[in-house]
């Protein structure tokens, strides 16, 4: 299984944010430039158009928290291994230690 480039990820979260808001935007003041006869048509494709980009902006949003999230998780096991690391030959010390005395 292929592993997931969370660096790659969080260097594009922000650019993903900004492009859902930009789109939402874009969808918005679209909405202003249709004439009355396919009004109705339009803005139903403009409701899915904004929906479609709250959403996207919404994932953007929880891939960058989930990013960063596993970012510190990542941080905090090899802290946890560095001292694991550290106990296991402050033990092997210690059993050398009462060995040898």
Known sequence: MPSIPWGAILRHAPALVASAARLLVTADENRHKQNQTTQTRLDQLEKASVESAQLLRDLA??????AATQAAEARNTRIAIGLAAGAILIGVAAILLAVWR
């Open 61 to 66: 949003e929880q891939v960058r928290v989930l």
